[in-house]
């Protein structure tokens, strides 16, 4: 079955960096597009980034030029890296990843970011 851990999220000042992981299993990774997603208390989980199974990459514009996401086919990982972060980024980040008319998601990792 389709799993994904995240893992990488903490609490930061605003201006620092973090890195989160999205390890995934039960499918054929390298084949399907990723994405990561944040949902803040209150509100609905939007979308942050996407990459394709080529690498396209693409982002909402909120994150553009300081969130990076990228892959690893080999070890079946997907990334966030996440940088000059504002206390706005303040949330529940999730990876998900689309199969015919099914969504799959991970249980999430928090990310704080202090004033």
């Known amino acids: 079955q389709v799993q994904l851990v995240e893992s990488g999220g903490g609490l930061v000042q605003a201006g620092g960096s973090l890195r989160l992981s999205c390890a995934a299993s039960g499918f054929a990774f390298r084949l399907f597009a990723m994405g990561w997603y944040r949902q803040a208390p209150g509100k609905q989980r939007e979308l942050v980034a996407t990459?394709?199974?080529?690498?396209?990459?693409n982002y909402a514009d909120s994150v553009k030029g300081r969130f990076t996401i990228s892959r690893d086919n080999i070890k079946n990982t997907v990334y966030l890296q996440m940088n000059s972060l504002k206390p706005e980024d303040t949330a529940v980040y999730y990876c998900?990843?689309?199969?015919?008319?099914?969504?799959?998601w991970g249980q999430g990792t928090q990310v704080t970011v202090s004033s």
């Open positions: 990459i394709t199974n080529g690498g396209v990459t």
């Open positions: 998900g990843v689309s199969r015919g008319t099914n969504n799959y």
